[in-house]
T-cell receptor, first 112, second 113 residues
Framework: DAGITQSPRHKVTETGTPVTLRCHQT?????MYWYRQDPGHGLRLIHY???????DKGEVSDGYSVSRSKTEDFLLTLESATSSQTSVYFC???????????FGPGTRLTVT | TQLLEQSPQFLSIQEGENLTVYCNSS?????LQWYRQEPGEGPVLLVT?????EVKKLKRLTFQFGDARKDSSLHITAAQTGDTGLYLCAGRLLQGGSEKLVFGKGTKLTVNP
């Protein structure tokens, strides 16, 4: 299995608070991605990274920011959490862009 | 507009039965991937198909990429309870000058003992 961990695995937070989710990989893959998975919508790309300090937006990036200061770490920040951001968040990595992705175990986030 | 349509959305069968799930689009993909996701876990890559008409086998699972690279199917022979999960297809395509990976919403398979 690809070495990808996510932390925390579960989090409950209140509306308006900042939240940061962490993804850590030990595979040295260039590309890293953040998705959210919701019933009826499937997996949707939030942001992705193609190298250290190189990031770009996905289809549902509003309300989210990311940072990648090291190859192995990709952080997702919700600056001011809203109830619509209650979801399961997955990090993924790949060697080639948009090809054969390996997913982390997910973080279940509840915003009350 | 959903670029990748998966069908059926839900499928419940008995152990030992055969089944086929489908992934369809009007778009042409450069490659297509299949993933399986179990409850509480992330999707796990099963296979990637690249060439139109390509067939790949993974034990009891057979994957086929359509000749026109617009659709794909997954056939499971003699299903087992361990095959239970959400099956996702994901296609890589060029759209609006940029490349993207689009996921279907999945087929939720339940194999009953």
């Amino acid at each position: 299995d690809a070495g990808i961990t996510q932390s925390p695995r579960h989090k409950v937070t209140e509306t308006g608070t900042p939240v940061t989710l962490r993804c850590h990989q030990t595979e040295n893959h260039r590309y890293m991605y953040w998705y959210r998975q919701d019933p009826g919508h499937g997996l949707r790309l939030i942001h992705y990274s193609y190298g250290v300090k190189d990031t770009d937006k996905g289809e549902v990036s509003d309300g989210y920011s990311v940072s990648r200061s090291k190859t192995e770490d990709f952080l997702l920040t919700l600056e001011s959490a809203t109830s619509s951001q209650t979801s399961v968040y997955f990090c993924a990595i790949s060697e080639s862009y948009n090809y054969e992705q390996y997913f982390g175990p997910g973080t279940r986030l509840t915003v009350t | 507009t959903q670029l990748l349509e998966q069908s059926p959305q839900f499928l419940s069968i008995q152990e030992g039965e055969n089944l086929t799930v489908y992934c369809n689009s009007s778009s042409v993909f450069s490659s297509l991937q299949w993933y399986r996701q179990e409850p509480g876990e992330g999707p796990v890559l099963l296979v990637t198909v690249v060439t139109g008409g390509e067939v790949k086998k993974l034990k009891r699972l057979t994957f086929q990429f359509g000749d026109a690279r617009k659709d794909s199917s997954l056939h499971i022979t003699a299903a087992q309870t361990g095959d239970t999960g959400l099956y996702l297809c994901a296609g890589r395509l060029l759209q609006g000058g940029s490349e993207k990976l689009v996921f279907g919403k999945g087929t939720k398979l339940t194999v009953n003992p």
